[in-house]
T-cell receptor, first 118, second 117 residues
Framework: AQTVTQSQPEMSVQEAETVTLSCTYD???????LFWYKQPPSRQMILVIR??????QNATENRFSVNFQKAAKSFSLKISDSQLGDAAMYFC???????????????FGKGTLLTVNP | NAGVMQNPRHLVRRRGQEARLRCSPM?????VYWYRQLPEEGLKFMVY????????ESGMPKERFSAEFPKEGPSILRIQQVVRGDSAAYFC???????????????FGSGTRLTVV
């Protein structure tokens, strides 16, 4: 079974600084997708960024980027120029690729609570 | 285009009562997924439904929990005879058919927080 591990229960960053959230995963699959979701106090699950395992290029969405190391099974999220609105719980998630069984399931890590200090 | 709508947002039940959580998928979405988030945990898959069909309920507790997605109306997650351990946030997500061959994630609702007292 796939597992997702977020080893940092809490992180903090100063406004305008950069922070990196860690995520490792375990799978025997070669085709899969990885995601970072943001959960602010409103509880809404917001997709921040996604990465397809077959793509070597790291995904980027504005101030958010990932460092995807497939061999190491690592998928970290970098937030640049942190803003107060970035404060939230961040979840790393895994999904099997298009041809994998039960590939509709997302497997989540336990989350990292990010605090942004003004 | 409204997103995935869940109600109620908060639900308080006494031990032994029934809890009914509703989920209206996005317009045009015919697949619904329920997840549970226990305190200090990530979301965990419970059940996957299509209209009038349960596709995968492998994440559902064997007793007291049931889910349906009728031809008309919202999807319902029902918990009978609730216990304190059922206190959690319950999330619904929806998708269109065929999305599994895309790299996208679901669209989630804002969840229902169930508190059992």
């Amino acid at each position: 079974a796939q597992t997702v591990t977020q080893s940092q229960p809490e992180m903090s960053v100063q406004e305008a600084e950069t922070v990196t959230l860690s995520c490792t995963y375990d799978t025997s699959e070669s085709d899969y997708y990885l995601f970072w979701y943001k959960q602010p106090p409103s509880r809404q699950m917001i997709l921040v960024i996604r990465q397809e395992a077959y793509k070597q290029q790291n995904a980027t969405e504005n101030r958010f980027s990932v460092n995807f190391q497939k061999a190491a099974k690592s998928f970290s999220l970098k937030i640049s120029d942190s803003q107060l609105g970035d404060a939230a719980m961040y979840f790393c998630a895994y999904r099997r690729g298009a041809w994998g069984g039960s590939n509709y399931k997302l497997t989540f890590g336990k989350g990292t609570l990010l605090t942004v200090n003004p | 285009n409204a997103g995935v709508m869940q109600n109620p947002r908060h639900l308080v039940r006494r031990r032994g009562q029934e809890a009914r959580l509703r989920c209206s998928p996005m317009k045009g979405h015919s697949h619904v997924y329920w997840y549970r988030q226990l305190p200090e945990e990530g979301l965990k898959f419970m059940v996957y439904l299509q209209k009038e069909n349960i596709i995968d309920e492998s994440g559902m507790p064997k007793e007291r929990f049931s889910a349906e997605f009728p031809k008309e109306g919202p999807s319902i997650l029902r918990i009978q005879q609730v216990v304190r351990g059922d206190s959690a946030a319950y999330f619904c997500a929806s998708s269109v058919p065929g999305w599994l061959h895309t790299p996208y994630g679901y669209t989630f609702g804002s969840g229902t927080r169930l508190t059992v007292v």
